[in-house]
């Protein structure tokens, strides 16, 4: 019992700290992109989108560097996908008096997000076809095959750098950008060390609990480094700034596919994916894609109970994850 008590205590404290520091960057990231002059979607889409992804990312380079343990990073991501896009949107909403949508963020954001999904899938089928060792059970990533989602993220940075391009930017003399980006640094420092606290935590609920680790970072972790999103997105609904909460979630998504798992891979130098864990998870992350996409497009508003919709699908991915771990059903036969 104490060694419970203390694993979610370090898991409570690690989330304060990721929250604080997330705190830290976002004004700064606000500030720097408003002193560039960055438009509002390529800040809500790459600046903050990153900086929020950034837990995320902490999570895959500390569990492959430190802890050796790469399938608890690659949890954390797909459980922060499926947390961004169900928790995140509907929260964001509920805390505002509407949540609008735009037909850009549906056709570019939203598609380029459906197609880093497929381009992750495509790997991991290469993975287990084409590279010696991959069977129909595990996929084995090598850096080239990660190299793959590397260039499309970089097709996603170009399309948006074309729109920043035309951009007429406000003058403003009121941001000092070496003090701003010292403070975005600090942030990123203090979220890497709330991550850490996090991972070690994950790791002692998957000793206690005799589970595997994978599961803990498809839930706890993922909640806890998605809480800068949920912040920023909410934080903005509530500023009225709609374009920029939604863009941040689906721009998080993508930076956190198509980055953060190749660059643990590349950190480990080859990975292994279990596919019976791996591929149901990826098919309820797609299917709750479809279900985000279909309700921003509608009226390009996200109603009060479509928000509701989305978090009543988020309770069933974490009752369904929980009653696998129990052995209670066996749908995923990895975990």
């Known amino acids: 019992m ?18 604080k520091g997330s705190t830290y960057f976002e004004r700064a990231a606000e500030r720097l992109s408003r002193y560039y002059g960055l438009p509002v979607a390529v800040h809500g889409a790459i600046v903050v989108a990153v900086g929020s992804s950034f837990p995320e990312i902490s999570s895959v380079v500390i ?24 928790v995140i949107p509907a929260l964001a909403a509920l ?16 598609q380029f997000y459906v197609i880093s999904i497929l381009i992750l899938f495509i790997v991991f089928a290469l993975g287990a076809t084409y590279v010696p060792g991959g069977t129909n059970r595990a996929a084995i990533l090598t850096p080239t095959l990660a190299a793959i989602p590397l260039v499309t993220y970089g097709i996603y940075v170009f399309l ?17 950008p070496g003090r701003e980006w010292g403070m975005l640094g600090v942030g990123l ?9 996090m991972v070690q935590g994950a790791l002692s609920l998957g000793v206690i609990f005799d589970t595997p680790t994978f599961l803990w970072g498809l839930t706890v972790i993922a909640a806890g480094t998605s809480l800068p999103d ?9 500023d009225d700034d709609s374009v920029t909460s939604l863009t941040n979630v689906l721009g998080s998504n993508t930076f956190n596919l198509l980055v953060a798992i190749p660059v643990g891979v590349f950190l480990a130098g080859r ?7 791996a591929i149901p998870t990826m098919g309820f992350l797609g299917f ?29 991915f974490v009752c369904w994850m929980a009653l696998e771990s129990i052995a209670l059903i066996e749908t995923v036969s990895g975990i």
């Open 2 to 19: 104490a060694g419970l008590l203390g694993s979610v205590a370090l898991i409570v404290v690690a989330t304060v700290v990721i929250w």
């Open 63 to 86: 569990s492959t560097v430190v802890h050796d343990e790469f399938s608890l990073g690659v949890g954390a991501i797909v459980g922060s996908a499926i947390f961004n896009l169900l």
């Open 95 to 110: 805390s505002s008096e509407e949540l609008r949508s735009t037909r850009d963020i549906v056709h570019k954001d939203a």
């Open 160 to 176: 948006h750098q074309q729109d920043a391009s035309e951009h007429v930017a406000n003058e403003t003399n009121s941001v000092r």
């Open 189 to 197: 420092v203090v979220i890497t060390v709330g991550v850490e606290g």
């Open 230 to 238: 949920a912040f920023v997105s909410i934080r903005a609904a509530k």
């Open 271 to 277: 990975a292994t994916i279990d596919f019976l864990v």
């Open 288 to 316: 709750a894609t479809l279900v985000f996409i279909v309700f921003i497009r509608t009226d390009l508003e996200l109603s009060d109970r479509e928000a509701y919709t989305l978090l009543g699908l988020y309770v069933v």
